[in-house]
């Protein structure tokens, strides 16, 4: 498995911005599909983003054009550039790691972002 840790989280006003990191420690990071999701008191654990070894990236219909994901191989980290934040964004966010095989599935501790005026 794969040691994860997020970092970035806040509060911010709604229209605000704030930037997620999740740093990985290991080896192999180029070869994982790392997402965020999020997850709203009362609510399942929804996908955010995700971005792929190939290069591929698929987002949440709710925050396509909001919401940017990348990642530093070299670094072993991937970002969630958020922008034009609403109040519905609030949740817990968590960075995952997956590949089929060798099979990892391993998730960050979460960080909180809280947007409110």
């Known amino acids: 498995q794969v040691q994860l840790v997020e970092s970035g989280g806040g509060l911010v006003q709604p229209g605000g911005s704030l930037r997620l990191s999740c740093a990985a420690a290991?080896?192999?990071?180029?070869?994982?599909?790392m997402g965020w999701y999020r997850q709203a008191p009362g609510n399942q654990r929804e996908l955010v983003a995700t971005t792929a070894p190939g290069g591929s990236i698929n987002y949440a219909d709710s925050v396509k054009g909001r919401f940017t994901i990348s990642r530093d191989n070299n670094k072993k980290t991937v970002y969630l550039q958020m922008n034009s934040l609403k109040p519905e964004d609030t949740a817990v966010y968590y960075c995952?790691?997956?590949?089929?095989?060798?099979?990892?599935?391993?998730w960050g501790q979460g960080t909180q972002v809280t947007v409110s005026s």
């Open positions: 290991g080896s192999s990071f180029s070869i994982y599909v």
């Open positions: 995952n790691a997956y590949r089929d095989w060798p099979y990892v599935n391993s």
